[in-house]
């Protein structure tokens, strides 16, 4: 696919989910989708609509007629250039939600004129129509894919601007300094200085100060988008599996798989208080038994290792200080930065629920008669709004942006080194507009196909 030259085709797809619903929506953009229309929309007693009349954004009511059959009774809409999503001439067609209904109307489009749609085809028009910056793009893409009310608000924070502005702002900034540079170095010979250098050095640290404030924001970011990583470890019968059934029987709201994680690699997922939280790797923890005693095991230090957040279950009547604080101390080994919870099992069994030797931080559970469950759950919850998250705070959560802050902040390091040690204002100039560069990628203004493909490349058909 061209970029550039697939803005000269007409373009249709179904935008609705593949499959049988009640009402099913086919999206046409392009220069000939109007005049498309016209072959296609009758009144309901079969006349032509008077299109001179048609008013856009409005919904006529009709039938669907090919060569004199009629295919299916249904709504329309004309979004006019430039007032549509793409920016171009749009018309949606409201069907009935058949298969067969919905790929007769499609058909009948693409005889006429129209191209199948590609994956995030129409998303690509707004961007290249100015309608929506590519980092509203990407959130409207992340808003389709969705599942919790955090990964929505999160989507939506992104939509409305999120850290767009802050980001523009910086580079606004480094843009001043880095013409004045620029200018510098047209009147080289005459040896004059128009940047003042230690405002830069004051500028540029205060840059990457806020630069690495976003960039901590990513891992609760992506981890909200795509599930928190949490690991239940304990010795062979402590309850792991029982506790794993007892926290997703009791959600009802279990969510169907995440696109692009692997097959191999089973997941659990839960939503607690809106919150996605992933299990991450219980079958292999499962398998492999006594995790604690193989922790040497590859697979369960790799899972510590990408969790936030690990349950350390423990079986009460079998209750070890010794051993308790060596699985700590082993766990914190592996991953310095995870939230321990440690869990006692099986407190049914026994009448005495605390003891001295526990405190306030340890929670006494039974996952077989469900008895405080809903405890770990909201420690869970807590763990995460303790570890950063901000309901309504921007957060980064797309790895592009991650990738492309952590890029302009080593060009930025570089300069601020340059300056300290009064390199050459030729050098400081570069990486001012590298940095500049990486920072513009976030927001908008690249030019390459490659990358664009990259991103709505992750766009359903019909978006
Ligand atoms: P895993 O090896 O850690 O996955 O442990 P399981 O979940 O398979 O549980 C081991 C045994 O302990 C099973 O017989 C469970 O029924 C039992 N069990 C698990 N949780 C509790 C509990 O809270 N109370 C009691 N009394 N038994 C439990």
Not at 310 to 325: A, N, R
């Amino acid at each position: 696919m061209s970029l550039t030259t697939s803005l000269e085709d007409t373009i249709v797809a179904i935008s609705s989910p593949y499959g049988m619903g009640g009402v099913a929506v086919i999206r046409c953009s392009g220069k000939k989708a109007l005049d498309i229309l016209k072959q296609l929309f009758f009144k309901r007693n079969k006349l032509p609509f008077d299109f001179n009349k048609w008013q856009a954004r409005r919904m006529y009511y009709g039938l669907l007629m090919d060569e004199g059959q009629i295919i299916d009774e249904v709504m329309v809409c004309w979004f006019a250039f430039p007032h549509s999503y793409t920016g171009e001439d749009v018309v949606e067609v409201y069907c009935h939600g058949s298969v067969y209904v919905q790929q007769r109307i499609l058909q009948a489009f693409v005889q006429r004129g129209s191209r199948i749609a590609e994956a995030g085809e129409f998303t690509i028009r707004a961007y290249l129509n100015g309608k929506l910056t590519l980092s509203e793009a990407e959130a409207i893409g992340d808003l389709i894919h969705s599942e919790t009310e955090s990964a929505h608000r999160l989507a939506m924070n992104q939509l409305r601007g999120g850290y767009q502005q802050l980001i523009n702002q910086l580079r606004e900034q480094l843009l001043q300094f880095a013409s004045l540079l620029e200018l510098e170095l047209d009147f080289s010979e005459e040896d004059v200085e128009f940047a003042n250098r230690q405002q830069l050095i004051e500028i540029l640290n205060e840059s990457l100060k806020k630069m690495s404030e976003l960039m901590i924001s990513f891992k609760m970011g992506n981890a909200i988008k795509t599930g928190v990583p949490v690991v239940i470890l304990g010795k062979p019968n402590a309850g792991k599996s029982t506790l794993l059934n007892a926290l997703l029987n009791e959600e009802k709201a279990i969510v169907s798989d995440i696109p692009g994680t692997t097959r191999d690699l089973i997941e659990d997922k839960l939503i607690i208080q809106g919150i996605l939280f992933r299990i991450i790797d219980t079958a292999g923890l499962r398998e492999a038994k006594d995790v604690i005693e193989k922790i040497g095991i590859e697979r369960a230090r790799q899972s510590i290792e990408k969790a936030m957040i690990v349950i350390l279950l423990q079986d009460i009547t079998e209750y070890d200080i010794q051993e308790t604080q060596n699985h700590l101390k082993l766990i914190q080994s592996i991953n310095p930065d995870v939230a321990i919870v440690q869990v006692y099992n099986k407190i049914d069994k026994i009448k005495q629920q605390q003891d001295s030797n526990f405190n306030d931080e340890v929670i006494f559970i039974s996952a077989k008669e469900k008895y405080n469950i809903e405890v770990l759950k909201n420690k869970l919850v807590d763990i995460v709004v303790q570890k950063g998250y901000q309901p309504h705070q921007p957060m980064v959560s797309n790895v592009r942006h991650f990738n492309e802050l952590q890029n302009a902040k080593q060009f930025l390091e570089k300069a601020l080194e340059s300056l300290k040690n009064k390199v050459t204002t030729e050098l400081v100039a570069e990486d001012l507009r590298f940095a500049i560069m990486h920072l513009s990628n976030i927001t908008g203004n690249i030019s390459s196909e490659d990358v664009l493909k990259n991103i709505f490349s992750k766009f359903c058909i019909g978006k």
